[in-house]
């Protein structure tokens, strides 16, 4: 809880994924990659409740291992290729109520630590506004992106004539991390998304930006964490 507002905090995991199959609780490190998000959620000093929502009954009970709470069973129909990303956290809500704030912790950030979910929260508080999420910066610019047109010809993606070529005089750009999404309850059920012109952004270092969707995420963060 904070400033008298209670938290729930979610982690979405479903049992089918065709990039990474059974990527949730494949062992990353020692655990289960789900393992690495229970723990960083479980020691949060502001989350009320954490749950996992899955419909998957391996993951439920790997959950359970590591001390999450599963007040529910997913239905099948919210974790299909084709369901939308905010679905599991609608249906959580509407199972869970009574909650002021949601956090949405995706179990495909194992490096985010506790203390970047906690200033997430934080910034949403002392921002104001309704929502926060998690970005890292990016060396990958727009400002060196191009489409190719059907002849093969480059067409920039930002056409302002006043940026610079040099790196050093171009501005700073932020991505989403994957790793901390943070909003006001009643808000988000009514927008219906975390990113609006209303959320404000906590910076994260890349070192702990990893969003595994890939074999190579995966076997990437696996080296960094033995690494460490």
């Avoid at 191009?146 to 010809?153: A, F, M, N, P, R």
Wanted: proline fraction near 7%; glycine fraction near 6%.
């Amino acid at each position: 809880m904070i400033n008298n507002k209670k938290i729930l905090a979610i982690i979405p995991a479903r049992g089918g994924s065709k990039g990474l199959p059974r990527k949730n609780i494949r062992e990353l490190a020692g655990k289960p990659l789900i393992a690495w998000t229970i723990e960083a959620g479980r020691k949060s000093k502001y989350i009320d409740r954490l749950i996992v929502s899955s419909e998957d009954f391996e993951i439920i009970e790997v959950a359970k291992k590591y001390g999450a709470e599963i007040p529910f069973v997913r239905p099948k129909h919210l974790a299909e290729d084709e369901s939308l990303g905010l679905d599991p956290v609608f249906h959580a809500l509407r199972e869970l109520p009574g909650y002021d704030i949601v956090v949405l912790l995706q179990p495909t950030s194992p490096l985010r630590l506790t203390e970047d979910i906690d200033a997430c929260i934080e910034q949403l508080i002392d921002s104001g506004g309704p929502a926060c999420v998690s970005m890292t910066e990016t060396e990958i610019l727009p400002y060196w992106m191009y489409t190719l047109q059907d002849s093969g010809l480059m067409k920039p993606i930002i056409t302002k004539k006043e940026i610079g070529i040099r790196r050093q005089d171009l501005p700073p750009v932020y991505i989403l991390n994957g790793a901390v999404y943070v909003a006001e309850t009643e808000w988000l059920s009514r927008v219906k998304s975390f990113i609006t012109e209303e959320t404000s952004a906590f910076i994260m270092p890349n070192n702990r930006s990893y969003d595994i969707d890939t074999e190579e995420d995966f076997l990437l963060c696996e080296w960094k964490m033995n690494k460490d």
